[in-house]
């Protein structure tokens, strides 16, 4: 049986109108055996020895963490593996394939997602239960679907290549195409780990013309799963209980290393955008956002409407938006701007400026609407179980709530002298 080996929390912060009960749980090996579960077990496993025959690996077991989040309708599962891109500079989007290509198979009802990260990658799995279908047949059914899914084997060719056109696809709109060009000139050799669904000129030139290694890389973990029971933290272990049986047999790998972002000296950067993508300009800088949420609240901070430099800039026909790209240490926070290319240098360089002298004299209650700001998407995030399944993936523990003068302080580190690059994006005359 399995056993709670850590409680994470009991009452998430408000503003969110419900308890949630989420634990670590470490699942023992099946005492029975299950023929249908078996054969789906010894399939994966053969699948997996056979790409990895060559390959040291460590044993490690299946990481459980649970969530019991009552008024929910559905049950919630998300699968993956917890290792990035082994060359985050060569996937060029072919984890991403692989994944929504998983994602399009049919099983029990069940709809599948793909998600991909800086730091992992697998499936989301979730469904409403069946007429008299009870809640531990109900989780359960959701956990079996996403394993299955993962687990039973590399996606056929043909849908590898419906999903990469897809992305393709999604991948082509302009504000996509966007984020594209301050990664380009500020991450070269890391270009996974900040956009990990890959780029319009990596996926239009992979060829898949197999992959079983990718998939079995993905699928040889180390694997950790979050389910988000509506029911009882009973039936969530048993849906634990039924994804180990699943995932019994197969030999993790170990994380292959992956180097530490090479942070360019500041500087003014010129790239030339892409064709139909109109002029912009970026300021970037690195920050440390291992606590993502006050990472968040500078950007919101950066970018605030009632401030003086945000006004600066729109008084100039151009428009501010705010993002950050990559995770924990090795994140970008980035302010894009868009308007006529002869305001874009000045305009950036300008706001670079403001926001140093901002920094350094807090005043006007700017941060405690950053922080107003940062705490309300944090709650959208989390009232989302998409989101609220993967932030669990992510990581199961709150970190503390965010305050005005932290973020002030922050800001002083990423907007100070020497810290910021500007990157203009505008086509040369012909």
Do not use: N
């Not at 709670?4 to 005492?31: C, D, E, K, N």
């Not at 060719?157 to 990664?183: F, N």
């Not at 290393?257 to 800088?285: C, E, K, N, S």
């Amino acid at each position: 049986a399995a056993a709670a080996a850590a409680l994470f929390g009991s009452t998430p912060p408000a503003p969110l109108p419900r308890t949630a009960i989420v634990a670590a749980l470490g699942v023992a090996p099946p005492r029975q055996k299950t023929p249908e579960l078996d054969v789906v077990r010894r399939d994966a496993a053969a699948a997996l020895s056979k790409e990895l025959a060559r390959t040291e690996v460590a044993s490690s077991g299946l990481e459980v963490r649970v969530a019991v989040e009552p008024g929910r309708h559905e049950a919630w599962v998300a699968l993956g593996s917890t290792c990035p891109a082994s060359d985050p500079d060569a996937d060029d989007g072919l984890t991403a394939a692989i994944v929504t290509a998983l994602a399009s198979r049919e099983l029990d009802g069940v709809a599948l997602e793909p998600w991909v990260s800086a730091t992992g990658a697998g499936l989301v799995a979730h469904a409403p239960p069946r007429d008299g279908e009870g809640p531990a047949a109900h989780t359960r059914r959701v956990a079996r679907a996403a394993a299955t899914a993962l687990l039973s084997g590399p996606p056929r060719l043909d849908a590898v290549e419906r999903a990469r056109r897809s992305l393709l696809t999604r991948l082509d709109e302009p504000a996509e195409r966007a984020r594209e060009l301050p990664v380009a000139a500020m991450a070269r050799g890391r270009i996974a780990h900040f956009l990990p669904w890959g780029t319009t000129s990596g996926l239009a030139r992979i060829e898949p013309s197999s992959p079983s290694s990718t998939w079995a890389s993905l699928a040889s973990g180390p694997l950790r799963v979050v389910i988000i029971s509506p029911s009882t933290q009973e039936h969530a272990v048993r849906a634990a209980e039924e994804l180990e049986r699943l995932t019994w047999g197969t030999e993790p790998r170990r994380c292959q290393a992956v180097g530490a972002w090479d942070r360019p000296a500041a500087a003014t950067r010129a790239v030339q955008p892409p064709a139909g993508l109109g002029p912009r300009a970026y300021v970037v800088a690195p920050v440390d956002a291992r606590r993502r949420e006050l990472a968040t609240a500078v950007m919101e901070w950066a970018r605030d409407p009632e401030a003086a430099s945000t006004s600066a800039v729109r008084a100039r026909g151009v428009s501010l938006s705010g993002y950050l790209l990559g995770d924990g240490d090795a994140t970008m926070l980035v302010l894009e701007l868009a308007g006529p290319a002869g305001a874009l240098e000045a305009t950036a360089t300008e706001l670079s400026a403001a926001l140093r002298s901002a920094a350094r004299a807090p005043a006007d209650g700017r941060a405690e609407r950053a922080r107003a700001a940062a705490a309300s998407e944090d709650w959208r995030a989390r009232a989302s179980p998409r989101q609220r399944a993967l932030e669990l993936f992510r990581g199961p523990t709150r970190t503390p709530a965010v305050s005005a003068p932290e973020i002030v302080e922050l800001a002083k580190q990423v907007f100070a002298e020497g810290a910021t690059s500007v990157i203009i994006a505008a086509s040369k005359a012909p």
